[in-house]
C-alpha cells in the first residue's frame, strides 16, 4: 500500500499588525481594532498572534470592498 501525501499548499504572504499599521500610517491598536470591526481577517499563528493576509490587506488599502 503506498502512502499518500498532501500536496504542498502555496504559502499566501502574511503580514505582522506592525507591517499593516506602517502601510497604513496608523498605530497597531487601530490595526486590533479592525479586526475586531471585521474590517480585516486576521489569521492565528499556532502561538495565538495575529497575521493579516496581504492580499485583504492590500485590498482595503486600495479602496476594495472584502
Given at each position: 500500500?503506498?502512502?499518500?501525501?498532501?500536496?504542498?499548499?502555496?504559502?499566501?504572504?502574511?503580514?505582522?499588525?506592525?507591517e499593516?499599521?506602517?502601510?497604513?500610517?496608523?498605530?497597531?491598536?487601530?490595526?486590533?481594532?479592525?479586526?475586531e470591526?471585521?474590517k480585516?481577517?486576521?489569521?492565528?499563528?499556532?502561538?495565538?498572534?495575529?497575521?493579516?493576509?496581504?492580499?485583504?490587506?492590500?485590498?482595503?488599502?486600495?479602496?476594495g470592498?472584502r
Open positions: 500500500m503506498t502512502r499518500r501525501r498532501a500536496a504542498p499548499v502555496a504559502a499566501e504572504p502574511l503580514l505582522l499588525p506592525l499593516v499599521a506602517e502601510l497604513f500610517r496608523v498605530n497597531v491598536k487601530t490595526v486590533s481594532r479592525w479586526a470591526a471585521g480585516l481577517t486576521p489569521v492565528y499563528t499556532p502561538g495565538g498572534h495575529r497575521r493579516y493576509r496581504e492580499a485583504e490587506v492590500l485590498a482595503l488599502r486600495n479602496g470592498a
